[in-house]
């Protein structure tokens, strides 16, 4: 028999090679896949590496610390997302309609008590299927300001009393640009998409990433893309321009450094020092010594909803954590264009920005998704009472057909060696539950 052409023959071998490996593939993929470890994901908590060796690291890698492919699909963590994906449209509907909207008859007493308690059950899932060191879930009425539904978890379990929710020693992290972004506002220098110098990496904060030639014609990033991506160098810029008095100013309207009614929260710090690095350290998020109460941090994404000063978010029975009754405070309200850039910026972070990845389709409906109007800013920092990674989703969700029906969301967990998942995918898991409840949407 004549022998066949050699590149024929090299074209046969390579496609029985190919087939071969694929069985063999298939086989092995067979045989193990009923035999991984049932255990979260770790993953090394490195800081990224300086630009240069003559120069120390001011600042970690705040934002883009939980942008893994490690949480990218739920199979990474088997006690996470992946044991919600069997529930479908219709498993919340049914849920909601049974027992008249009552939760299942072993909920505990502090879920049943709450304004809410389908969704607090949600909460309480959520608890203990992603087990954080420490987690605060606060879900807010924006109408209302009353709190409707709430969760924490510390000490190996779910709590029954939400005595962290208040509690002012969590760093507030790039939650603080928050001040900083409305600070520049205020001083009619800056608008949403006023230029800002973007020197080196989002998420470092040399000394250099801080001198601006005269001349400077490298790299901008706009004001509200620098809040929504969270990039350090440009909103340290824009903090040391603005200066102390104005950031203290507009962290006195975000309710820091002031005594609640109560102690209902705690008091939240912000000190800006008056000149230098300090105050660069400040205006972007990178310090400690910022530190924020999830209680008030609710509280301050309402104000920029409502467009009116702050007011604490209440519960009729939550004393002493929470207030009894709702209490205006007299703490100064922004100019309109304010809120109205704040407002802008907390969406971009959404649609561009730090909040895009998780707060998306991957763990929302689609029609829930299309349904809303999400809004949001993220952080991340170690801090040390207690010590661990703190991570941060600060947030609303609004109908588009009917703004009345809006939420605000809190999310603030903070993890040691293992990390359960982020903070934005926990809380547009929640906002998902609210849309299937609250929405009115046609399939």
């Known amino acids: 028999m004549e022998r066949l052409p050699y590149a024929q023959r090299m074209r046969n071998r390579c496609i029985a090679i190919t087939v071969l490996i694929t069985i063999i593939v298939a086989i092995v993929h067979c045989s193990t896949k009923e035999d991984l470890p049932a255990s979260n994901v770790v993953e090394s ?12 690291i001011a600042a970690n890698d705040t934002n883009a610390f939980y942008d893994t492919t490690a949480f990218d699909t739920a ?17 919340f509907e049914n849920a909601k309609a049974k027992d008249d909207g009552t939760v299942s008859g072993n909920a505990a007493a502090h879920i049943k008590s709450q304004k809410d ?47 962290y929710i208040g509690r002012a020693t969590f760093p507030a992290a790039s939650l603080a640009k928050l001040v900083t972004i409305s600070a520049a506002m205020e001083s009619n220098r800056y608008s949403l998409n ?71 929260p705690n008091a939240s710090s912000y ?52 207030p009894q009754k709702p209490i205006a405070l007299d703490v100064g309200k922004f100019t309109e264009n304010t809120y109205y850039g704040l407002r802008e910026a907390m969406l971009r972070s959404v649609t561009q920005g730090t909040a895009h990845k998780h707060m998306s389709t991957k763990n929302m409906a689609r029609k829930n998704f299309e349904a809303l109007r999400l809004g949001g800013k993220t952080g991340s920092l170690d801090g040390n009472d207690p010590a661990g ?10 109908s588009r057909s009917t703004p009345s029906k809006s939420i605000v969301v809190i999310v603030m967990q903070m993890h040691k060696e293992i990390r359960s998942q982020p903070a934005t995918q926990v809380a547009a898991t929640i906002i998902n539950y609210w849309a299937h409840q609250n929405l009115d949407i046609k399939k």
């Open 389 to 398: 990674r703190y991570d941060w989703f600060m947030g609303f969700a609004e």
């Open 45 to 56: 908590n490195l800081a990224p590496l300086p630009d240069s060796t003559d120069e120390t």
């Open 194 to 264: 006023t230029p800002i110098p973007m020197i080196g990496r989002h998420h470092t904060l040399y000394l250099r990433q801080l001198r601006v030639p005269e001349k400077y014609n490298g790299p901008t990033m706009e004001l509200s893309e620098a809040f929504a991506r969270s990039a350090n160098p440009p909103m340290a810029i824009v903090g040391k321009s603005v200066g102390a008095k104005r950031l203290t100013s507009a962290a006195a309207k975000l309710g820091y450094n002031r005594r609640f009614p109560g102690n209902a």
């Open 75 to 91: 199979a990474a963590n088997p006690n996470g997302l992946a044991a919600l994906k069997g529930i479908e449209d219709e498993d």
């Open 117 to 163: 308690p389908y969704l607090a059950e949600k909460i309480d899932i959520l608890l203990h299927r992603y087990r954080p060191d420490l987690g605060v879930i606060l879900v807010v009425d924006t109408r209302t300001n009353e709190i409707i539904a709430w969760g924490e978890r510390r000490d190996d379990q779910v709590q029954s009393k939400p005595d």
């Open 271 to 322: 000190t800006a020092p008056d000149t230098g690095y300090g105050l660069a350290e400040v205006a972007c998020g990178f310090t400690t010594s910022t530190t924020l109460s999830p209680l008030l941090a609710a509280a301050q994404v309402r104000a920029i909803l409502m467009k009116k000063p702050l007011e604490i978010p209440w519960a009729r029975d939550m004393a002493p954590y929470a």
